[in-house]
């Protein structure tokens, strides 16, 4: 919409009655060619047209990318993280991991019921594309026996000795395996678990529904602090920041920075889903 110049007013009307819906009403989608300097001249052409001076742009990495670029040609630009996974390095949470982790509690709740009724081992895929966010905190917060995550690794024959353990050893009724999309095939994998164990092993995926939902009144929270920060630095004529939320407080950081900064640890969370067990 911004290269061809598809731009829409936004009014208080617009966006009155949006604090409790799912997905983005402004829509969603990439531009690889955004990449390339004559398309990103278009896009500003069109932006200074309408005398628009500022954008705020909501996403990850890329898009925080192409806010630094367009900032670079003049036009402030400020991030701010908008994503399920929590992949975002410069901050603690991202705009929607806490309604996605909602929504996978809520469904790994409902097959531990039928878990338990069947001596089932329920082996549960979650979106993060390659952050294992979503795997363990979901983990932590439904009582799983077992997360699996790109931070953890994955040794089938291990964690077909870990199931053998709780069926043998520790009687358990049943069992739950949290783990991060794209680590191995769950289907083919429950199919082991019940060839190899006491339990009867059945793969879901969660898949889209993670995307969806209204969302929790933590992330509308953490969305109008978020906004909120952004509007007063653009207010100020700063742009090429993107907005981090570090420790409970609401801070800006250089977009150039946000994207080298190393990921923080997960292993104190690791150490606790262990200790849990």
């Given at each position: 919409?911004?290269?061809?110049?598809?731009?829409?007013?936004?009014?208080?009307?617009?966006?009155?009655?949006?604090?409790?819906?799912?997905?983005?009403?402004?829509?969603?989608?990439?531009?690889?060619?955004?990449?390339?300097?004559?398309?990103?001249?278009?896009?500003?052409?069109?932006?200074?047209?309408?005398?628009?001076?500022?954008?705020?742009?909501?996403?990850?990495?890329?898009?925080?990318?192409?806010?630094?670029?367009?900032?670079?040609?003049?036009?402030?630009?400020?991030?701010?993280?908008?994503?399920?996974?929590?992949?975002?390095?410069?901050?603690?949470?991202?705009?929607?991991?806490?309604?996605?982790?909602?929504?996978?509690?809520?469904?790994?709740?409902?097959?531990?019921?039928?878990?338990?009724?069947?001596?089932?081992?329920?082996?549960?895929?979650?979106?993060?594309?390659?952050?294992?966010?979503?795997?363990?905190?979901?983990?932590?917060?439904?009582?799983?026996?077992?997360?699996?995550?790109?931070?953890?690794?994955?040794?089938?024959?291990?964690?077909?000795?870990?199931?053998?353990?709780?069926?043998?050893?520790?009687?358990?009724?049943?069992?739950?395996?949290?783990?991060?999309?794209?680590?191995?095939?769950?289907?083919?994998?429950?199919?082991?678990?019940?060839?190899?164990?006491?339990?009867?092993?059945?793969?879901?995926?969660?898949?889209?529904?993670?995307?969806?939902?209204?969302?929790?009144?933590?992330?509308?929270?953490?969305?109008?602090?978020?906004?909120?920060k952004a509007v007063d630095l653009l207010m100020q004529g700063i742009g090429g920041q993107c907005i981090s939320i570090?420790?409970?407080?609401?801070?800006?950081?250089?977009?150039?920075?946000?994207?080298?900064?190393?990921?923080?640890?997960?292993?104190?969370?690791?150490?606790?889903?262990?200790?849990?067990?």
């Open positions: 919409g911004m290269v061809e110049g598809y731009i829409e007013p936004l009014t208080k009307a617009s966006v009155g009655e949006i604090i409790d819906r799912g997905g983005t009403i402004l829509g969603s989608a990439r531009l690889p060619e955004f990449k390339d300097p004559e398309v990103r001249a278009k896009a500003v052409t069109q932006l200074k047209k309408r005398g628009i001076e500022a954008v705020v742009v909501i996403g990850g990495d890329g898009s925080y990318r192409g806010a630094l670029a367009l900032t670079e040609m003049g036009i402030n630009c400020i991030g701010i993280p908008g994503t399920i996974d929590n992949d975002i390095t410069c901050t603690d949470f991202t705009i929607g991991f806490d309604t996605a982790l909602t929504t996978v509690v809520d469904a790994i709740d409902k097959l531990r019921d039928t878990s338990n009724s069947h001596h089932r081992c329920s082996i549960v895929e979650v979106m993060g594309n390659r952050c294992g966010d979503l795997a363990l905190w979901a983990g932590i917060s439904c009582g799983a026996e077992i997360v699996i995550t790109s931070d953890t690794g994955f040794e089938e024959s291990e964690v077909l000795e870990r199931l053998r353990d709780l069926d043998l050893i520790k009687k358990k009724r049943h069992a739950i395996i949290v783990i991060s999309e794209k680590i191995t095939d769950v289907h083919q994998f429950a199919k082991k678990v019940s060839l190899n164990t006491g339990f009867s092993g059945r793969a879901t995926i969660l898949g889209h529904i993670q995307r969806g939902g209204a969302p929790t009144p933590s992330d509308r929270i953490l969305a109008s602090r978020m906004g909120e570090i420790e409970n407080q609401i801070v800006s950081v250089p977009i150039e920075e946000a994207l080298v900064m190393p990921r923080a640890s997960r292993k104190p969370l690791q150490n606790l889903f262990e200790r849990l067990v």
